[in-house]
């Protein structure tokens, strides 16, 4: 898929969360797990901005999502508005060219994103290690999610990967299906889903190799 399909998919979806025919069912389970960010934070593949809204941070923390979607941050642009929030900027762009300098960023998120960009993973772990200063934070969907239409990784598999790319993984950590969602996930898509104990996320803590 390139960048303008893309685009296109991305901007359909964000459409259908809008009108309600779609919804984040990531759940509190997870949410409530993040960890702290703080200084200038760079999300890549910010959405509708989910994550950083909820993720606890200073008052001081800066805040900048890009995304492929226009309907993405449209969306982004209402929720900053209600929060009244002056400390986050939103950019349209690529996670596969990302528009800023070298180690301009203290930390940079790239959440529930590379399992949906076709096979441009190095490129987007490349740019993600060049604009951060030191810090990456990432998560992975698991093999035991299993899902059909998304790229998926085991830990050895996520390891090389990220270890590719010049990042070091300094901490690893594996969410199940019933730790991520709330609600009863199983009446949604039960063709779909994977037992309540799989193997759902990997959160991956990585530093920059100098």
Request: with cysteine; glycine share 4%.
């Amino acid at each position: 898929m390139d960048l303008k399909e893309q685009m296109s998919k991305w901007n359909k979806r964000f459409l259908d969360y809008s009108t309600g025919n779609d919804f984040n069912i990531h759940g509190d389970g997870f949410y409530r797990n993040m960890n702290m960010v703080n200084g200038k934070v760079l999300d890549v593949g910010c959405g509708d901005f989910h994550y950083l809204i909820y993720v606890e941070k200073p008052e001081d923390t800066y805040l900048v999502g890009l995304d492929i979607s226009k309907m993405a941050l449209k969306l982004t642009k209402r929720i900053i508005k209600e929060k009244d929030n002056k400390k986050i900027d939103i950019v349209l762009g690529t996670a596969q060219y990302l528009p800023f300098r070298e180690d301009i960023f203290d930390e940079v998120l790239c959440i529930e994103l590379l399992q949906d960009t076709g096979n441009d993973y190095q490129q987007i772990l490349r740019e993600i290690q060049r604009t951060s200063k030191s810090k990456v934070s990432m998560t992975l969907h698991h093999h035991e999610f299993n899902e059909k239409t998304r790229k998926s990784f085991n830990e050895a598999e996520a390891t090389e990967l990220i270890e590719e790319s010049k990042l070091r993984i300094e901490k690893m950590k594996i969410f199940k299906a019933f730790e991520i969602f709330d609600v009863p996930y199983n009446r949604m898509w039960p063709s779909e889903f994977p037992p309540a104990d799989a193997k759902m996320i990997m959160q991956i803590e990585c530093t920059k190799e100098l």
